[in-house]
């Protein structure tokens, strides 16, 4: 006999790939299918990725982990109540609504090609790079989606054609997979959720709605845009053509929102996700705080249409499980990602060598898209488990100045500790299955990591939304995490606190030699 439950389905639409899985209502997961696909590098510091390949990578996804689920016993088809999706912020796409094509490859989060288009308008602007801080919660970045389209519309003949003739639709990659998933040229969905719209620099983050001021300044019609909508709600039903069709689609929320709800972050607590880049947000509750350090005020989630708003405080990092990539792929220094563990516990320190992953440029707390990378302290004796370890502390360094920041924004009122009154970081994502790397991560903090037992937070997070709306789970069942501490592992901090603080004012050091090397010769 078949299993017959109450399922949730969950996209997770990432930077290098595009996974499904299938939970029970118990949060467990029964059947996933990972697949990764092609990354574009067409010029220095630009990435891409070709909108249809990522559709088609959802439907395999989708289509493979049914069919596991359904090998194991689990009868989805009749028990799947709704779909989560979640995704690669930022990465913009405009396609034509008559066609369902796309009229240019995604241009992703990391890329920047916009550079030159934020200079100018820092030097137009009255206000500079923080011009729709005030709005938005966000500064003038090559980051942000805003630009990306401003470039397309500058730039690409076959955008300035669609937008002239009304058929051009603009969106981050969860407006793009919801159209799809919804009937595409017939009747799909032009929708995107608060915390995607969140991450435009058009949306204004207490009303909730795209900012007419923005739009006007920076020349954007309005009607390329999406409707925005909550993060848990039923936004529309998929289409027929896909394995699944009349499964409603009810949770919607970019990456590092969905690992928040994922981990089940209250006011007061941060997570800090490690994927290609890594990600750091603080719940601040229903209260919008301004950051004085270099962090990004964005939103946390909204759990309903009429659910108040729970905002963050976020440090995003470029380069983190990248700069292992680039240690396989470009140096040969390691065959696989996981290799580097074992290389890096060769040795017990860096041997005094600094490596800062400044590939495009630093994000939070710096902001320098001027800055470029740098490994430092090299000797005769050096070798690669050294740099090995330097890559991992690199990631940990990243994160401690993210966090740090966020306790001189939060305050001490904005944290919340536990009874030994230390502040926890939860952490999630592929790279946390490194036990070096969180005890390093521990050790340069001076506080506890707490790792789930389910590492890939991101997924659960969209699943437990979509099953919110749908009445799978309640609020209350999401954020009871009493249970789920048992199976969590936790890393105390072990490293002296002398040498601690003399490893953070070497790695301060390291990050200042990375400024003002953009135009080094070829």
Known sequence: MAKTDAFIGSIDQGTTSTRFIIYDKHAKPVGSHQIEFTQF??????????????????????????DKATADGYNVDKGLKGIGITNQRETTVVWSKSTGLALHNAIVWMDVRTTSICRKLEKELSGGKTHFLESCGL????????????????????????????????????????????GGVNNGLHVTDVSNASRTMLMNLKTLNWDEKTLETLKIPKNLLPKIVSNAEVIGHIAK????????????LGDQHAAMLGQSCKKGEA????????????????????????????????????APTNYALEGSIAIAGAAVQWLRDSLGIISSAKEIEELATKVDSTGGVYFVPAFNGLFAPWWRDDARGVLIGITRFTNKSHIARAVLESMCFQVKDVLDSMHKDAGEKGEKKNDKGQFLLRVDGGATANNTLMQIQADLLGNPVVRPADIETTALGAAYAAGLAVGVWTEAEIFANGERLKKDTTFNPVLNEDLRKKKVASWCKAVERTFDLADLSL
């Open 271 to 306: 997570k800090s996700t490690y994927g290609t880049g890594a990600f750091i947000l603080l719940n601040t509750g229903e209260q919008v705080i301004k950051s004085t350090h270099g962090l990004l005020t964005t939103l946390a989630f909204k759990l309903g249409k009429d």
């Open 41 to 66: 590098c067409p010029k220095a510091g630009w990435v891409e990725h070709d909108p249809m390949e990522i559709i088609e990578s959802v439907k395999v996804c989708i289509s493979k982990a049914i």
């Open 139 to 182: 500064p003038i970045s090559t980051y942000f989606s805003a630009l990306k389209l401003l470039w397309l519309l500058e730039n690409v003949d076959a955008v300035k054609q669609a937008v002239s003739k009304g058929d051009a639709l603009f969106g981050t990659i969860d407006s793009w997979l919801i159209w799809n998933l919804t």
């Open 241 to 252: 053509g896909w394995v699944i069709p009349g499964v409603p689609i009810s949770g919607c």
